[in-house]
């Protein structure tokens, strides 16, 4: 006779495999009326395009303004922690989710049998496209991506006569990690006729670059990322180094908040802008 603690788990996943059958099946029916995302870049693509009521839940780091260009618009959501239980109970229809995060969590929804949707993360302003395209399609949005895409285009065709010639640029982060040419940031710096000289440290996603190569390459134009910090971190520390000071003061630089270049969307346009106004005098200050 099977103990009763077991009996009353496996009647639970029984009825939430049933359920999430049911809701699967609806989904496949018709347009998803409960959403709920779990990762910050579908977090921001959903709050774009969703039509209203239609996106139930957002990550709780979506409401990080640090890290989401959309943190304001975040607050009117119910807020989650990626947990499968919290999801569940919520009865989604379909649950967005970036490809490489909440891995138990997505294993565990479809394994109740609920509709997870998984988008890889963007390397480019195209693959925003690509991607605010899909999740139009699956919330029966077509319109309302297209819009969103449209407004995108038109920021860079504005943004066409801001060229800065063949100038050399690197990024340089926290615990000097830099990004490539095959990354969202290293694509908008590209788009501005930027030459990223990560490629000459070997780098063409996400790497280090060691202070003595970033002062070698002497780059015309030097990105930092989040210029403010709550607390002095070891991570840091190379921004204060007197070789890194006396690079930035041979060289332009420029902030870019990186929730301009974490996810794909509208926000990397205005990212763009904000290098370009920095660029050219600007003093963009953010």
């Known amino acids: 006779m099977p103990h009763p603690a077991h009996a009353k788990r496996n009647a639970f996943s029984v009825f939430a495999a049933c359920a999430g059958f049911f809701l699967f099946s609806f989904t496949a029916w018709g347009a998803p009326q409960r959403v709920v995302s779990i990762n910050l870049c579908t977090d921001q693509m959903a709050m774009l395009v969703a039509g209203e009521g239609q996106l139930l839940s957002v990550s709780r780091l979506a ?8 943190a304001e618009q975040a607050e009117g959501y119910r807020l989650n922690d990626g947990l499968a239980e919290q999801v569940f109970l919520m009865k989604p229809d379909l ?23 998984e988008f890889q993360p963007e390397a480019s302003l195209d693959d925003a496209r690509h991607n605010l395209e899909r999740i139009g399609v699956l919330l029966d949005r077509k319109q309302a991506a297209a819009d969103v895409i449209a407004a995108m285009d038109e920021g860079l065709a504005g943004l066409a006569g801001t060229l800065h010639g063949e100038r050399t640029a690197a990024f340089y982060y926290a615990n000097g990690y830099t990004s490539g040419k095959k990354t969202l940031a290293g694509d908008m710096i590209e788009r501005l006729g930027l030459v990223n000289i990560a490629s000459e440290a070997g780098v063409d996603s996400l790497g280090r670059l060691p202070l003595e190569r970033l002062v070698m390459a002497a780059p015309d134009v030097i990105v930092g990322g989040d210029a403010d910090y709550e ?56």
């Not at 967005?96 to 997870?116: H, M």
């Not at 180094?241 to 990397?268: K, M, Q, W």
């Open 63 to 70: 409401a990080d303004p640090a890290i989401s260009a959309m």
């Open 95 to 117: 649950v967005l989710a970036g490809s490489y995060t909440t891995r138990e969590t997505v294993d565990l929804l479809k394994r109740l049998g609920i509709a997870v949707a």
């Open 231 to 286: 607390a002095p971190a070891l991570a840091q520390a190379g921004f204060r180094h007197p070789a890194f000071v006396a690079a930035t003061e041979r060289s332009d630089y420029v902030n870019l908040p990186s929730r301009y270049t974490i996810c794909g969307g509208p926000f990397n346009v205005a990212g763009i802008a904000l290098l370009a106004e920095q660029l050219g005098g600007g003093g963009a200050d953010e």
